[in-house]
């Protein structure tokens, strides 16, 4: 099956990881799952008030009966993201994390150090980590080196719409781990970067604000489900290597005006002037 | 004694345990979570757990995420 996806013991039933913050409204929010029908959706935790409004936020999610990653959104260090890990286990009754540990609030880009603490903690206490992370080699090595099945590597900064900053260092990753899971994770904007992921042979691509704050957010799920099932079916379907110059994609064989005495020689490449006769 | 729930300082009378003051503070039977003190307190233990002044409380339930 191009779309399904094994993690664990879950089988995800697509390659798209859908966030479920910034929606216009919680009606659109479900309306995009639907077009979208994602593999995952992820979610977190925010303090809650006494009016309840996780509850009802979580009562939409649950109907769908779609596996849920929670995530560390906001920690800034390893020691708020393992107890924040530790109370979406308990809630979601999942022990999956999407392990965010950011480094700073200009790019939020990933912490490597403090993602590694973390990792390592969290693994010995029973989780599954699903780290978001910068695109370095090393950094994934230590990460699969201390249980990682799973790497998450930023395509650009959160929310920056930029797609895929640094495409050599994504492919260098597929080419060095084709064993382990790999989900583009954060700075997806249109759905042909998802298709780019896709066809480098990624597992899947978690996006967000792309589809949330879209003109359309509805339609622009249903876009990147498409963007998404089409680049891995590209993938799986071997693309031709490129290469400097053109070849030919209809036959040359019986074309009309070709002649036996011509011996390969094409009218159009004869010199200037040239008539059929100085050619025999 | 006074202890910080999610941020806000509140008085309270008497060293409660985390079972009586999500019931006090209107959280009972909802879908929370509870770190005491930036640890994690499991849902089994809070019957157990008594507070103590200058204790911070953070209560969380799910919500929106990417």
């Not at chain 1, 781990?177 to 597992?203: C, K, N, Q, R």
């Not at chain 2, 499991?42 to 799910?62: F, S």
Request: with cysteine; net charge negative.
């Amino acid at each position: 099956m191009t779309r399904a996806l094994n993690i664990g013991d879950k089988i995800l039933a697509g390659r798209l990881f859908l966030g479920t913050a910034q929606y216009p409204s919680p009606d659109i929010l479900r309306q995009c799952i639907e077009a979208a029908q994602p593999g995952l959706i992820t979610v977190s935790l925010r303090r809650e008030n006494a009016a309840g409004k996780g509850q009802k936020f979580w009562g939409i999610l649950k109907g769908f009966n779609i596996p849920v990653l929670p995530n560390t959104a906001g920690c800034f260090t390893a020691k708020e993201a393992v107890t924040t890990a530790e109370m979406a286990r308990e809630i979601f009754e999942t022990n999956w994390i999407k392990l965010e540990v950011i480094a700073d609030d200009y790019a939020l880009a990933p912490d490597p150090v403090g993602l590694l603490y973390a990792t390592e903690n969290l693994i010995k206490k029973g989780f599954k980590v699903f780290p978001y992370m910068t695109e370095d080699e090393t950094l994934a090595h230590e990460l699969i080196d201390m249980g990682c099945d799973i790497l998450m590597p930023w395509g650009a900064p959160i929310g920056s719409g930029r797609g895929l900053n640094n495409t050599s260092a994504l492919k260098l990753l597929r080419e060095k781990f084709p064993d382990i899971t790999l989900v583009v994770d954060a700075g997806i904007g249109a759905p042909s970067h998802a298709t780019a992921a896709m066809e480098m042979g990624y597992d899947a691509v978690l996006l967000n604000t792309a589809v949330a704050k879209a003109g359309d957010p509805v339609k622009m799920a249903a876009a990147f489900a498409k963007s998404i099932e089409a680049g891995r079916e590209a993938y799986l379907s071997g693309i031709i290597a490129a290469q400097e110059t053109a070849s030919a994609s209809t036959p040359m064989i019986d074309r009309p005006f070709w002649h036996q005495d011509y011996n390969d020689v094409i009218l159009s490449e004869a010199p200037k002037g040239a008539k059929s006769k100085d050619l025999k | 004694m006074i202890i910080t729930i999610n941020g806000q300082k509140k008085n309270i009378n008497g060293a409660p345990d985390i079972g009586s003051i999500l019931q006090a503070e209107g959280y009972a039977g909802k879908l929370v979570a509870v770190a005491r003190n930036g640890e994690f307190v499991p849902r089994g233990e809070y019957a157990n757990t008594n507070l103590n002044d200058g204790d911070q409380l953070e209560i969380v339930a799910p919500m929106q995420g990417g």
